[in-house]
């Protein structure tokens, strides 16, 4: 896969899958790891994990935690019209960057 420049999703958005097994859910991003383009969901593409027996822990354990998915996988959740969007970029008077509903027309976050 080739490496993504930026991604549009930031950790914290709330985000909704758009495709694949998990179709239809909802979290907020816990991590982005643009150099895969991926990101980690809250709740999304649970993996079970099995740490070794250790001298604290004889008996070892099965934990569960979130897997990264594709960032296309997913849309981010506009905070004011609660719908799924795209994201643009604009850039203010003032110089500053903001991503931008591209349903409402909204500032969703300065960048």
């Known amino acids: 896969m080739n490496k993504v420049k930026y ?3 930031k950790k914290g958005d709330l985000v909704i899958v758009i495709s694949g097994k998990e179709k239809g859910k909802q979290g907020k991003v816990l991590k982005t790891i643009p150099e895969e383009g991926k990101v980690i969901v809250e709740g ?3 993996q079970t994990h099995f740490l070794r027996p250790t ?3 004889p008996q070892g354990k099965i934990t569960k935690r979130e897997g990264p998915i594709y960032a ?3 849309m ?3 905070p004011h019209c609660h719908t799924k969007t ?3 970029h604009k850039i203010l008077e003032d ?3 903001v991503r ?3 349903n409402c027309h909204e500032v969703i976050d300065k960048i």
Do not use: E
């Open 55 to 57: 001298q604290d822990m």
């Open 76 to 78: 981010v959740i506009c």
């Open 44 to 46: 999304i593409n649970m």
């Open 72 to 74: 296309h996988k997913v």
């Open 95 to 97: 110089g500053s960057s």
């Open 100 to 102: 931008v509903c591209k």
């Open 7 to 9: 991604l549009d999703i």
């Open 86 to 88: 795209r994201v643009s």
